[in-house]
């Protein structure tokens, strides 16, 4: 399903922030890195008031309630307004965070034939006032001053509307947001900024190779299918007309298809569920039923006279994909039994016997993945993606065969009913299992279930398995044949003959695809389907710690349980969640790896070699719920293992093994030393703002190389090279280790102790090189300047906001600055001056260095306007930064003393304090006094020394501007860090 996120600010949590924000998280900045029935004795002990007033509910404790898992603490009420809006809600005592979502069953899909991206621009302009909240920005900054969040997507078939919030505004919230349904402004002085908007978006993406690809698709479908037209909008589709202004044909279409029984609503909130039934009665009962019906008597996706058909697409990136396209029925009405679920987990296999596993063998594949794609109200398609090679590509009509032989060999060999128990058991565990997610993800993502499933499913809906359907799986089978494809392959030696009209991607069409062919007899017996699973684990017991139980103390902090000249391991057992599940978390430094470029590039092959090479083994521990990550930071390795606590010592030995031997095959050393060398080759290919984000580290940490002096040190190593490398790299290593969840004591002990005898037991009296972050020094004569060329046509200006020290007081003081101006930021440049589509004030930490980043990318406004644009508008905000204080200090305060919401965000948060020396693991609730103790004299103190100090600040440009002389430009990384003053860390 293609979505278009649209709130590029920093409560709009849009995939892009995602991405930022992972880099933020990175290994050298901030480590962070039996069946459900659903009711249990004291949820039933939870009953409505006897003489409630509220009709139309189907209540949770009642056989026709909302199935929950067992360990499910929140109470549930699902509901019917008078106006035929479905709603569910949510009551969560212990709730961070509040939050409401609302789903329209209308998308692009709906959209009118000549006005393509309607349903997207009105998804902007409902943002932007409404007749009881007339100023456009009224909502944004009233969510952002009490700790919120928003956002909002449009889909092909729906439109997605959510928001979180401090609890205690969850009311004023809902009425604010309960308006864009009833009354919206559209504004016509916004209408206009908000098309420019939507063009913004729609040039930042013309090199994204998704949409790209997309819109080859577009070409290829059926010109009737609503699928085939153009989802996201531009200045030509969305220009006035005679006698047609784009307004009018919004305010028409909005009339047309926001009616309230095509909503769904779920609200999430500390309060109980009668009160929450009331206030969403009071503001969502106004929303108008119209008198109208969406059709969905689609014409087929793809013309089935024209395939099969075989599309080549030449990528802006060098990427290698083929892609297996296989026209279906909506999926969701087996959402029940889902036999595409089934099929998909045997063909997406990764095990040894996989096809996976042949294609690897072969030299033609690095990646699998199998699902279900495209889909519409009618129809979808069912898709087989494999990441090629150089070879594979050349290779792509053998490949073709071997993914046929393997459909075939499904229905004689494949369907069994002991397989399909399999994926009830993990689902089951899953369900049962499962860990709070956000407020904000979690009501935005039910209420787009809304639709899908049945009341009783909301919850469980992706989980449940009901019965082994034999049939039903060799019906969905029968669509996966020769005749019904269209195959496409994604790589960039295509010669092309056609250009898409909207993207401008390269293609060509062929009909038919590859002749398929035999296979030989010793090429079948590498094929065959996975045994049963071991990893699944069968002791589910939460362990108890007498000790922690007598003290009723359920935070308790990790304590430090071995320390020694190699490493130290702190180990905390979980009495808080009573999850069967564990956190451990590796961190190796190695003396070879911090020495250099060098050091670093091989210890990124070498982590991606130990991934491959565990990948049989571990992809069954994977489906069983009990995932491992290997990644190379600047200085070694970040090992990390969660899942169910029972079969994680079997996956640690076989990852120590892989690590010690370091024995690595020839061919695979080859093809994962030139995907790692694409990879980055291909980074500064990313969209612009995130390529420049990137450089954050390289300029003001050090040791962090430049992915092209990662590259230059890299790419002519031989295997000979590397092994020497491989064999040396853990000498005198040390680390530092952190288990937490469910295991004893002793437990963690004895694995840490065994990581000790496997990987440092070695000693030659080297030294590790320490971090260093550097500093922008004071009393400079003029601002720094780093000018990084991208791939694009956009022009992205960011600029750094560097705090004068490591301190609590000075952090406190920059996130508070920061949550001040982020509303004004996005609202003046972005929705008032319209300087581009993706404007933000981020945070941007570089291990316990408390930063800012403001951004800004503009398809039409220069470098130089946007420097002058960001420089008055810090000017403009020291008269303002106090206003909104003390609303603004509360909502932070509350934000950093907010418990974590799962074992793994618990685990996770107490990694982070030992990967940033807060051996106290008090950071946040220090951080949190601290904001408490600012003073509105203080802030503006701190506003006038850090952010209005012209001359200590770094930009970073796409392109120089005119008037460079003014800074001092950085084109030689060692020079500008030997310039910087620097903090020594361990």
């Known amino acids: 399903m293609v979505k278009w996120c649209c709130r590029f600010n920093l409560n709009a949590c849009a995939p892009w922030l995602a991405a930022v924000a992972c880099l933020f998280a990175s290994q050298l900045l901030s480590a962070q890195g039996s069946s459900a029935t659903g009711r249990?004795?004291?949820?039933?002990?939870?009953?409505?008031?006897?003489?409630?007033?509220?009709?139309?509910?189907?209540?949770?404790?009642?056989?026709?309630?909302?199935?929950?898992?067992?360990?499910?603490?929140?109470?549930?009420?699902?509901?019917?307004l008078d106006n035929q809006l479905r709603v569910l809600l949510i009551s969560d005592p212990s709730t961070e965070k509040s939050a409401a979502a609302l789903d329209v069953s209308v998308g692009a899909n709906q959209n009118p034939v000549d006005r393509a991206g309607l349903a997207h621009l009105l998804e902007h302009m409902l943002f932007l006032g409404t007749e009881k909240y007339p100023q456009a920005g009224e909502y944004q900054e009233f969510i952002s001053r009490h700790g919120g969040s928003f956002n909002a997507y449009t889909a092909a078939e729906n439109t997605n509307y959510f928001f979180e919030i401090d609890n205690d505004q969850l009311d004023p919230a809902l009425d604010r947001f309960a308006q864009f349904f009833v009354a919206p402004l559209f504004s016509a002085e916004y209408v206009e900024r908000e098309r420019n908007a939507v063009n913004s978006e729609y040039l930042a993406k013309l090199k994204d190779d998704g949409r790209r690809e997309w819109d080859v698709y577009r070409e290829l479908m059926n010109p009737q299918h609503p699928s085939a037209k153009f989802s996201v909008g531009n200045l030509t589709t969305l220009a006035d007309r005679e006698e047609r202004p784009v307004r009018e044909d919004m305010i028409a279409f909005y009339q047309q298809h926001y009616s309230s029984h095509l909503m769904s609503l779920v609200v999430l909130g500390s309060e109980n569920l009668d009160t929450l039934e009331t206030g969403v009665r009071a503001r969502f009962g106004a929303v108008p039923k119209r008198d109208i019906h969406i059709a969905d008597n689609y014409p087929p996706l793809f013309d089935k006279q024209r395939l099969p058909t075989s599309v080549d697409i030449k990528p802006e990136k060098e990427l290698r994909q083929l892609t297996f396209n296989f026209p279906i029925p909506n999926p969701?009405?087996?959402?029940?039994?889902?036999?595409?679920?089934?099929?998909?987990?045997?063909?997406?296999?990764?095990?040894?016997?996989s096809l996976l596993s042949l294609l690897k063998r072969l030299?033609?594949?690095?990646?699998?993945?199998?699902?279900?794609?495209?889909?519409?109200?009618?129809?979808?398609?069912?898709?087989?993606?494999?990441?090629?090679t150089p070879q594979g590509v050349r290779a792509r009509n053998q490949i073709v065969s071997l993914v046929?032989?393997?459909?075939?060999?499904?229905?004689?060999?494949?369907?069994?009913?002991?397989?399909?128990?399999?994926?009830?058991?993990?689902?089951?565990?899953?369900?049962?299992?499962?860990?709070?997610?956000?407020p904000m993800q979690t009501v935005s993502t039910l209420a787009e279930s809304m639709k899908t499933y049945a009341p009783k499913d909301i919850l469980r809906g992706d989980y449940v398995y009901t019965a082994y359907d034999e049939r039903l799986i060799k019906k969905s089978l029968s669509y996966l044949t020769s005749d019904n494809l269209l195959l496409v392959l994604t790589a960039p030696d295509v010669e092309p003959y056609r250009v898409s009209p909207l993207y401008s991607a390269p293609f060509v069409v062929r009909a038919g695809i590859p002749e398929l062919l035999d296979l030989k007899p010793a090429v079948r017996k590498e094929l065959f389907l996975p045994e049963k699973n071991l990893f699944i684990p069968k002791r589910l017991a939460v362990k108890s710690g007498s000790m922690l139980e007598e003290t009723g103390t359920a935070d308790i902090k990790p304590q430090l349980i071995l320390g020694n000249k190699n490493m130290r391991v702190w180990f905390a057992q979980d009495q808080q969640f009573m999850q069967p599940r564990a956190l451990i978390n590796l961190r190796i430094k190695s003396p070879?790896?911090?020495?250099?470029?060098?050091?670093?590039?091989?210890?990124?092959?070498?982590?991606?070699?130990?991934?491959?090479?565990?990948?049989?083994?571990?992809?069954?521990?994977?489906?069983?719920?009990?995932?491992h990550t290997i990644s190379a930071n600047v200085r070694g390795y970040d090992l990390s293992i969660f899942g169910y606590s029972s079969r994680q010592g079997l996956l640690m030995n076989k990852m120590m093994e892989v690590m010690r031997t370091s024995k690595f095959n020839g061919e695979r050393f080859a093809l994962l030393k030139e995907d790692l060398l694409r990879t980055w080759r291909n980074q500064n290919k990313d969209l612009p703002y995130q390529v420049l984000a990137k450089q954050l580290p390289v300029l003001?940490?050090?040791?962090?190389?430049?992915?092209?002096?990662?590259?230059?040190?890299?790419?002519?190593?031989?295997?000979?090279?590397f092994a020497q490398f491989a064999s040396r790299q853990l000498i005198d290593a040390k680390m530092d280790a952190l288990f937490y969840g469910n295991?004893?004591?002793?437990?963690?002990?004895?694995?840490?102790?065994?990581?000790?005898?496997?990987?440092?037991?070695?000693?030659?009296?080297?030294?590790?090189?320490?971090?260093?972050?550097?500093?922008?020094?004071?009393?400079?004569?003029?601002?720094?300047?780093?000018?990084?060329p991208v791939a694009h046509a956009d022009n992205v200006v960011e600029l750094l906001i560097q705090n004068p020290s490591t301190s609590i007081d000075d952090a406190a003081h920059m996130m508070l600055v920061r949550q001040l101006l982020q509303p004004a930021f996005y609202n003046q440049l972005r929705t008032e001056k319209q300087l581009g589509y993706v404007v933000a004030a981020i945070a941007a930490p570089l291990l316990n260095l408390e930063n800012s980043l403001l951004v800004v990318q503009s398809p039409s406004i220069t470098e130089e306007k946007i420097i002058q644009e960001i420089d008055l508008f810090l000017d403009e905000q020291h008269a303002q930064i106090g206003e909104e204080f003390i609303v603004n200090q509360q909502s932070l305060i509350k934000k950093l003393r907010e418990p974590a919401r799962s074992l793994k965000e618990q685990g996770e948060r107490y990694w982070s304090a030992i990967t940033t020396f807060d051996s106290h693991f008090s950071r946040r609730l220090d951080l949190a006094s601290a904001v408490a103790r600012i003073t509105p004299e203080s802030l503006d103190n701190f506003y006038r020394a850090v952010f209005m100090d012209k001359n200590r600040r770094l930009w970073l440009t796409s392109d120089a501007p005119a008037e460079h002389e003014n800074f001092f430009l950085v084109d030689d990384f060692l020079i500008h860090k030997q310039q910087m003053q620097s903090i020594a860390l361990p």
């Open 40 to 80: 249990n004795t004291q949820e039933n002990s939870v009953q409505r008031s006897a003489n409630s007033i509220f009709n139309a509910t189907i209540d949770l404790n009642t056989t026709a309630g909302v199935i929950k898992s067992e360990n499910d603490k929140r109470n549930y009420r699902y509901l019917v």
């Open 363 to 388: 030299g033609w594949a690095e990646a699998i993945y199998a699902n279900t794609g495209l889909q519409s109200r009618k129809d979808a398609v069912f898709q087989l993606s494999i990441q090629l």
């Open 743 to 788: 295991y004893f004591h002793a437990e963690a002990l004895k694995l840490a102790v065994l990581v000790e005898h496997e990987l440092l037991n070695r000693q030659a009296g080297r030294e590790l090189p320490s971090t260093k972050l550097l500093l922008l020094p004071t009393g400079s004569e003029k601002p720094w300047l780093y000018v990084h």
């Open 592 to 627: 070879l790896v911090a020495a250099s470029a060098e050091g670093a590039a091989q210890a990124q092959l070498f982590a991606a070699l130990v991934s491959d090479q565990l990948n049989e083994f571990s992809y069954p521990a994977r489906l069983a719920g009990i995932d």
């Open 404 to 438: 046929f032989h393997c459909i075939e060999q499904l229905q004689p060999r494949g369907l069994s009913s002991w397989r399909y128990s399999e994926l009830q058991q993990l689902a089951d565990l899953e369900f049962r299992f499962q860990e709070k997610r956000s």
């Open 700 to 721: 003001q940490s050090d040791p962090y190389s430049s992915n092209a002096q990662l590259i230059a040190a890299l790419e002519n190593k031989t295997l000979e090279q």
């Open 332 to 353: 969701d009405q087996f959402y029940e039994k889902k036999p595409f679920a089934y099929i998909a987990n045997l063909l997406g296999h990764e095990a040894e016997g």
